[in-house]
């Protein structure tokens, strides 16, 4: 489920992921809550992924809240060019505290890096505040597909291990893939 203030880009993030397209032109709020699957190959298993996609804005709030129960994972949104939405992820991560099972996956990810010259929230303070709530975190763009599939198939791989695991397999580490795979990070990657 994909969760966050309405404009960060939840919508063009899953249109991205599902389609491998960019929405670009007018912008359609989403209204109350949308569905889409996708099967993923993960390790050679298919997992049927089913993504939630809800509206951000305030006055559908009681309509999403209904789904967080049943969430397995969560993608939490803000936009690196919008602070308000990065000073909101407090509020939402409230929410998600009263309305989602206790062991729920998430995730937060910083989305729309590609517009470089109308950053407001620096990667540093992002990946600050993952780190205080101990989330693993990504900056992404829906628009260039940065880190959009590896997002998806991060939180795929966590869910698999979660209902599949043998014992002798080895542990999937969330957070540590995360940190691995996600490009554009301040070492070595462009
Ligand atoms: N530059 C850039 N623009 C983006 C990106 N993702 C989304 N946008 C733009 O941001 C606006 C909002 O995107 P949506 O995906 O519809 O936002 P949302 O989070 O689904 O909003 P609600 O449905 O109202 O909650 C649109 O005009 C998109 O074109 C991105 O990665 N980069
Ligand atoms: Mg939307």
Known sequence: MLVGDSGVGKTCLLVRFKDGAFL???????VGIDFRNKVLDVDGTKVKLQMWDTAGQER?????HAYYRDAHALLLLYDVTNKASFDN?????SEIQEHAQRDVVLMLLGNKVDSTHEREVKREDGEKLAKEYGL????????SGLNVDLAF???AKELKQRTTKAPSEPRF??????????RGGSCCRP
Do not use: N
């Open 24 to 30: 670009a032109g007018t912008f359609i709020s989403t």
């Open 60 to 64: 559908f709030r009681s309509v999403t």
């Open 89 to 93: 992820i407090q509020d939402w991560l």
């Open 136 to 143: 693993p975190f990504m900056e992404t763009s829906a628009k």
């Open 153 to 155: 198939t991060a939180i």
């Open 173 to 182: 580490r969330l957070h540590e893939y995360v940190k691995r795979e996600g």
